[in-house]
């Protein structure tokens, strides 16, 4: 008997009623009850996030005492007719056939009630099986291919960026250190794993245009935030001959399309999630139809200056023009006055990176980063500084190692005309997206300070 996957048999569910089709599935079992001469098993095989109901009976089911015994957990076979329930309005299987493929032990630790997200970051190796772990997963898998999509539709080219890098793009000494063996070292200088593939990926926009990097990014990074991983993905397209206005305006773009793809193709995900989180109904419809705030930086010191003269106490109050914003800050700006995505533009260049387009004011950046409500910055962007001689005069300044990255600032050298391009962090996309509170639920092996088990 050919298995049919669950969604499917939903699909199609209506004309196997109507035929009285025998079907087979084989999954696992979510919950078993049963009253002596009948019985309900909840089960799942991945294909949908809410499964489907098998009810087997004595008088009719082969291997009766079988399911009565299979537990939570338990791998199993299953044979019958499809019924639609009007008790529930949903679609079950009466079961005429029964096995237990691998029964489960009793010590399974995904029991029937209500897990804290804590307690099953615990279990990352069965956590999988839950619910909320496959919408969200199943999401983030569609979110990849939106995003590839979204980016070949457009003409770029994915360029693979090395994950073994001499070099510290962001300047913020978070890189993982590669040891090596003492007498005999592999690479000089020192190699690491790579923060961002940025310095890589502008090479190739210079080749192709349009082109981008979406892979693993570490950063050995110690605050213990809702929002901070040591392993994360990121998204980084880089553009040759486009600037900061026209930069942001493709961000917005991009991240209406791809909201756009994942309201039309994970709407049992969307669901569920907003059962949990009634207010992501809003924020996506508002993702995709409204038009994002942008803000000069200048202009948020301004409003947080005045909100905390008008009494709202941070936990930082001192705001000044030059301060590096911290996430209570840029919360408040998306969250309290504006309650939508902001692009904040133009920072001041003390605080950003060296690679940045210096401003004509010279003391500002031709740099944006969105904030989302919720989450704070999701993007980090900007304008890449074009001349030889800046470029090289900020890399003096700020002591970083020249000999590590002077191929990069080679490239003005040769027809560097403009380029720009960010950086997207793919975990904190799905936080925003399903209102996720800790990013270590929206990745399967989240790693952080002190954890690498699994
Ligand atoms: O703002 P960042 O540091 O920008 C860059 O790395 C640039 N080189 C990107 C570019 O222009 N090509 O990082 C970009 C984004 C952040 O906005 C954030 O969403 C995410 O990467 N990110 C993290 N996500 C999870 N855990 C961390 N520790 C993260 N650090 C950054
Ligand atoms: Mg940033």
Redesign the pocket.
Known sequence: MKIVRIAELITNAKTLVEKNEIVTIKGWIRTNRDSGKIGFIEAYDGSNIEGIQVVYKSESTINFDEAKLARTGAAIYVQGNLNFNSRNSQYEIVATEFKTLKQSDEDFPLQKKQHSMEFLREIAHLRGRTKTMQAAMSVRNRLMFAIHNFFQANGFKWIATPIITSND??GAGENFLIQEDKNKPFFTPQASLT??G?LNVETYAQSFGRVYTFGPTF?A?RSHTN???AE?W?I?PEIAFIDLPQLIALEEAFIKNICQDVIKNCSEEIKFFTELHPEIKDRLNHLVSKEFKKLEYRDAIELLKKAVAEGHQFEDNDIFFGKDLASEHERYICEKIFNCPVFLMNYPKDIKAFYMKLNPDNETVAAS?LLVPGVG??????QREDDYNKLMERTKTLNIDVRSIQWYIDLRKYGYYASS?????F??LVMYILGIEN?RDTIPFPRYEGKISW
């Open positions: 793009c962001e923060v961002s940025q950063r990074d929002r901070h991983l994360f990121m980084e980063d910055e999701i993007i980090g962007g900007s391009g960010f950086g997207l962090g975990e904190r990013v």
